[in-house]
């Protein structure tokens, strides 16, 4: 089993009930693909360190999963990088 950290950050212009179901879509995606989540956390509406696409804030989320494989993992990329409503993501290797 892999263990990987997923950050992403959502566009702050949707409304709360927008942000919720942008953020359970892409835990979907990832339970679809055979990934398990172990934690979520919601972090809130932050300041950026710099502005992104004109947004100078977002609503930053992170998953804490559990995979055999990439497939979850590409495809988390795959559709976040389509989505408008996510600005940016980061995919990071947790070592044990």
Same mark, same amino acid.
């Given at each position: *089993?892999?263990?990987?950290?997923? *950050? ?7 409304? !709360? &009930?927008?942000?919720? =179901?942008?953020?359970? +879509? ?5 339970? &679809? #693909? ?6 979520? =956390?919601? *972090?809130?509406?932050r300041e950026l360190a710099y502005e992104i696409n004109?947004? =100078?804030?977002? @609503? %930053? %989320? ?5 995979? #055999? +494989?990439?497939?979850?993992? #590409?495809? @988390? ?6 989505? =408008? +409503? ?8 947790? !070592?044990?």
């Amino acid at each position: *089993m892999r263990n990987y950290e997923i *950050m992403f950050i959502v566009r702050p212009t949707l409304g !709360e &009930d927008e942000v919720k =179901k942008v953020i359970k +879509d892409f835990g979907k995606i990832l339970t &679809d #693909n055979g990934a398990k989540i172990i934690n979520e =956390k919601d *972090m809130g509406q932050r300041e950026l360190a710099y502005e992104i696409n004109d947004f =100078k804030s977002g @609503f %930053y %989320y992170v998953y804490n999963i559990e995979t #055999n +494989d990439d497939k979850a993992i #590409n495809e @988390f990329d795959r559709l976040s990088l389509i989505s =408008k +409503d996510i600005i940016r993501h980061l995919i990071t290797k947790e !070592e044990k």
